[in-house]
């Protein structure tokens, strides 16, 4: 395959089958609702042919969001398997295992050779992966001119919106060698954002309510944290919690309030899980069991939250 000629723009799917056709089709930066990972992998697993690269591949990058021990597991194998066939891909992917420290020991060399050996195949998000480890020296020497270039040219040649918003921070911070530009930051954040990239988002939301670089806009701000809290941004899902519980930045909304709090709690955040149970027990949310509530504290309290095993002491 040519990656060269793939298309990284990114695009939103809504399940297995469009995920996978979308991959075969040469699409590499998709992104879809979290909360139907399960159903899709489901889906995958039944859909799939376990000899192509490409199917392992999509099942892999799902197994790798999936963000578990055992998910990593299995996309490990997987990723392992058909980075053997020489599918690059699967190399960039294995790349980001390593640099996390998913699954294998953290090892910035091996991700550095790994994102290397796909940039020199024209895979993009490897370009972008390698300008990353060129701006902070992960398993190389600091090099800003050679990161700012890489970053360019998946610009030029792919409109590739991750670059974008790493391009983007660069200006809006004045760091890494860019010229500190607040208004082409935005600009910049605006692309990635539009190509689903929910950190780009969560930064417009952020730019929006503080009125950095642009007018204040607490509604497109708003907008921009639901956009990245439906992607499966952390922050932005406690950031909304807490923005409609406590009705400082727009109206008190406890019904917002408890489905922003839940999608964090869901993310496995310690603070949103004790929110969610307080509503519950304090009866400030009335459509779930009291027991449902408890769980949740008590979830919290595992993660040593200490005002859940208070709450829940109290109780």
């Known amino acids: 395959m040519d990656y060269s000629k793939c298309n990284y723009k990114g695009r939103y799917v809504y399940s297995a089958k469009e995920y996978l056709n979308a991959i075969k089709a040469g699409f590499f930066n998709l992104a879809y609702d979290p909360k139907n990972r399960g159903k899709m992998l489901e889906e995958i697993e039944r859909i799939m042919d376990y000899n192509s690269s490409v199917d392992i591949y999509a099942l892999a990058h799902l197994l790798y969001d999936e963000g578990t021990e055992s998910g990593y597991d299995r996309a490990y194998n997987c990723l392992d398997l058909i980075a053997s066939w020489d599918y690059i891909p699967a190399k960039y992917l294995l790349g980001q295992m390593y640099f996390v420290g998913a699954r294998v020991d953290k090892d910035l060399d091996r991700f550095f050779e790994l994102t290397l050996e796909a940039s020199k195949a024209n895979y993009v998000p490897a370009k972008n992966a390698l300008a990353y480890a060129y701006f902070n020296g992960y398993g190389c020497k600091v090099d800003h001119a050679k990161a700012r270039k890489l970053l360019q040219e998946c610009i030029d040649t792919a409109n590739y919106g991750v670059a974008y918003y790493n391009a983007g921070v660069g200006y809006m911070q004045g760091s890494f060698g860019y010229p500190k530009d607040e208004k082409k930051a935005i600009s910049y954040f605006q692309e990635a954002s539009y190509q689903y990239y929910k950190s780009a988002s969560y930064n417009l939301g952020i730019i929006y309510l503080n009125g950095q670089g642009c007018p204040k806009n607490v509604q497109k701000g ?84 200490e005002a859940a095993t208070k709450l829940l002491n109290d109780l």
């Open 222 to 305: 708003l907008q921009e944290l639901a956009a990245a809290a439906s992607l499966g941004h952390l922050n932005a899902q406690k950031k909304l919690g807490d923005a409609y519980y406590f009705g400082k930045i727009t109206p008190k909304n406890l019904e917002r309030a408890y489905t922003y709090y839940l999608m964090a709690a869901e993310n496995g955040d310690a603070y949103s899980m004790y929110s969610v149970g307080y509503m519950i027990v304090k009866k400030e949310y009335l459509w779930v069991d009291r027991y449902e509530g408890i769980k949740w504290l008590q979830k919290a309290s595992y993660k040593g939250y």
